[in-house]
């Protein structure tokens, strides 16, 4: 089984940065794909980003690609999001998932653990 833990949340304004981290523990952490989704106030849950178990491959929400960047080590067990240009809209819980599978996917089914979520909020 895989446990993560979401770090690095925070209030910003526009036009500021955050990078997310996620320290997972576990067996199988480094087959894993791993994915970061975000929950804002009167939405559903979204796909952001996610990676390869490898670190290879990557793929973005239009809404997010140019601007964010996913990337792991793992040797370190951990998975980032580093956000740039934040726009009010970023506004949001920002969670950690693991997948059983190995490469990249906005699905939330094909991920089996998440991490509590932190907040990311951006505002003027």
């Known amino acids: 089984q895989v446990q993560l833990v979401e770090s690095g949340g925070g209030l910003v304004l526009p036009g500021d940065s955050l990078r997310l981290s996620c320290a997972a523990s576990?067996?199988?952490?480094?087959?894993?794909?791993m994915g970061w989704f975000r929950q804002a106030p009167g939405r559903e849950r979204e796909f952001v980003a996610a990676?390869?178990?490898?670190?290879?491959?990557?793929y973005y929400a239009d809404s997010v690609k140019g601007r964010f960047t996913i990337s792991r080590d793992n040797a370190k067990n951990s998975v980032y999001l580093q956000m740039n240009s934040l726009k009010p809209e970023d506004t949001a819980v920002y969670y950690c998932?693991?997948?059983?599978?190995?490469?990249?996917?906005?699905?939330?089914?094909?991920?089996?653990?998440w991490g509590q979520g932190t907040q990311v909020t951006v505002s003027s």
């Open positions: 576990g067996r199988t952490f480094s087959s894993s794909a």
């Open positions: 998932a693991a997948a059983r599978i190995r490469s990249p996917s906005p699905r939330p089914r094909e991920y089996d653990y």
């Open positions: 990676i390869s178990w490898s670190g290879y491959s990557t």
